[in-house]
């Protein structure tokens, strides 16, 4: 069945500093891919997607490339601010006739320190 | 209102109770899905509705879980003579259609199973 792994966490980084959050996934025929976001206190947030192969999806400085090749859909920052502080969950749902059912990862826990 | 709204916020169940969790969508959403996080864990698909049809449920992982949308809009989640087991939170996510449009979550309900 389908799959997504995720970076084991939790991340601790210095503000400004760069982030990278590894999700690998197993799936049969096209998937869309997420990453969604978790605030403390607060649900769960799309943060971006992509829905084929080398798409690129960004939001709030955030990107991740859709790549088939190696089946990766890695999230990326640039320069994280304390407010970035969250845990972020990959996932995916099927391709094809899909209703929107999601398959996540694990989680990985991102503190950020000023 | 303007999101999904989850009630209760916390659950706390002797064992072999019978709990009733709630989900009120945003207003319109023709999907509902529930799922179940374990601590430390993604969340796992439990149950799909479109309107009042549940159309999978290939995720509840006992006859002890039921669930219900009778009019297409509030949702309940019950779960029969509750186990340790089942100590969780449960998410409810609501969406515009199906498959790509953006899935919108509860904060959940933290069942302790005690």
């Known amino acids: 069945g389908d799959s997504v792994t995720q970076m084991e966490g939790p991340v601790t980084l210095s503000e400004e500093a760069f982030l990278t959050i590894n999700c690998t996934y197993t799936?049969?025929?096209?998937?869309?891919l997420f990453w969604y976001v978790q605030y403390p206190g607060e649900g769960l947030q799309l943060l971006l997607k992509a829905t084929k192969a080398d798409d690129k999806g960004s939001n709030k400085g955030f990107e991740a490339t859709y790549r088939k090749e190696t089946t990766s859909f890695h999230l990326e920052k640039g320069s994280v601010q304390v407010s970035d502080s969250a845990v972020y969950f990959c996932?995916?749902?099927?391709?094809?006739?899909?209703?929107?059912?999601?398959?996540f990862g694990q989680g990985t826990i991102l503190t950020v320190h000023p | 209102g303007a999101g999904v709204s989850q009630s209760p916020r916390y659950k706390v169940a002797k064992r072999g109770q019978d709990v009733a969790l709630r989900c009120d969508p945003i207003s319109g959403h023709v999907s509902l899905f529930w799922y179940q996080q374990a601590l430390g864990q993604g969340p796992e698909f439990l149950t799909y509705?479109?309107?009042?049809?549940?159309?999978?449920k290939s995720g509840l992982p006992s006859d002890r879980f039921f669930a219900e949308r009778p009019e297409g809009s509030v949702s309940t989640l019950k779960i029969q003579r509750t186990q340790q087991e089942d100590s969780a939170v449960y998410l409810c996510a609501s969406s515009s259609s199906g498959g790509n449009t953006e899935a919108f979550f509860g904060q959940g309900t933290r069942l302790t199973v005690v």
């Open positions: 509705f479109q309107n009042e049809a549940q159309l999978d």
């Open positions: 799936a049969t025929g096209y998937p869309s």
């Open positions: 996932a995916l749902e099927p391709g094809g006739t899909s209703y929107g059912k999601l398959t």
